[in-house]
């Protein structure tokens, strides 16, 4: 029997279902520790979307803003200050629990707008509980990679949002950074140069020793670096098994990689709506996961400035603003 994830020829297939579930369970369960990029890299984000909103939000007129995967708040939590009385912010996910986790941090502060909770349910294919033209802006922080069928959730996007309304998109993978030979290559020469925890544990898995590492490091180390949220793991595959989603259990591993269903792929920051006016675009990071370990090292970050500075279209991640012409192309 083939259930919502199988074998197909050497792919792995993962349903739109699975998927969209797989992402509902994990943020549910690990609502309480989400934020666990580093606070320079958090701050660092936080001042990108403030500077970009002053640019679009400054208007006299009421706005609707509806965040798409709001998690616990970091958009709103960022730019709702710039927002007036009289305008609404919307924040909108998929994991019930993040949103209660956004809805309490939110509530702490004296925010000028009003604020809704709207949890979009998981279901094929996937709909917006919003209306229709209801939206003058819609804000996507890290979303984007987690959705399988991205032309379904973008059209329904471009349901919502009103006539040249705007559609912000922040933290994706640029695949334009992937494709560029030298700063791939110099990016995965300096990940294994510098060996973090992360770059470690990848290799156990490409070379099929992630066992007798975990044993070892279990034995004799407290740090244990291969103990990655077993306990949501089991919590996961218990209600994927019972729901009849899966035949066997996924591992850890697995579990993250359909969380992250597109990031390996990523995007083109010019390509994403192509009929759509593209009106901002930034991107950064340029050494990835090397600038974020070592976000406190002056020649890391020296270095990165030369890069953007060199390759601009080139950051592993992007910021781009989009404005809805009068219609939607297919």
């Not at 959730?153 to 992937?178: A, C, H, Q, V, W």
């Not at 020793?209 to 044993?215: D, S």
């Not at 009849?244 to 269903?261: G, M, Q, R, S």
């Amino acid at each position: 029997m083939l259930s919502d994830s199988g074998k197909v020829g050497k792919r792995l297939y993962y349903s739109e279902r699975l998927v969209q579930r797989v992402n509902e369970l994990y943020h549910d369960l690990t609502a309480t520790e989400y934020e666990s990029a580093p606070p320079e890299t958090i701050e660092e984000e936080k001042g990108r979307w403030e500077r970009v909103a002053k640019k679009f939000f400054d208007t006299e007129k009421p706005l609707t803003v509806v965040d798409i995967g709001t998690g616990t708040g970091f958009v709103p939590l960022a730019i709702a200050h710039l927002l007036k009385k009289g305008d609404t912010f919307i924040c909108t996910d998929i994991s019930q629990k993040m949103l209660e986790a956004a809805s309490t941090r939110i509530a702490k502060k004296n925010l000028p707008c009003d604020f809704k909770f709207v949890k979009i349910e998981s279901q094929v294919p996937l709909r917006l509980p919003l209306e229709t033209s209801s939206a003058d802006a819609v804000t996507l922080n890290s979303v984007l990679h987690h959705i399988k069928d991205t032309r379904v959730f973008l059209r329904e996007i471009d349901r919502i949002l009103k006539t040249s309304g705007l559609l912000l998109i922040s933290r994706e993978p640029n695949r334009y950074f992937r494709e560029h030979k030298f700063l791939w290559n110099n990016y995965q020469f300096l990940k294994y140069l510098t060996l973090s925890k992360d770059t470690v544990y990848e290799i156990t898995v490409r070379t099929h020793t992630k066992k007798i590492l975990r044993f070892l490091y279990s034995r004799y180390k407290k740090d244990n670096i291969f103990v990655r949220d077993d306990k949501v793991t089991e919590l996961i595959n218990s209600i994927l098994l019972q729901e009849k989603l899966v035949d066997a259990p996924l591992d850890t591993d697995e579990i993250v990689k359909i969380t992250d269903i597109k990031a390996s792929e990523g995007f083109r920051p010019d390509r994403i709506c192509p009929t759509y006016e593209l009106v901002y675009e930034e991107t950064y990071n340029h050494l990835s996961s090397v600038e974020a370990a070592y976000s406190n090292s002056r020649i890391v970050k020296k270095y990165s400035r030369w890069l953007r500075k060199i390759f601009p279209k080139y950051g592993y991640s992007f910021f781009v603003v989009l404005r809805k012409p009068k219609t939607f192309g297919s």
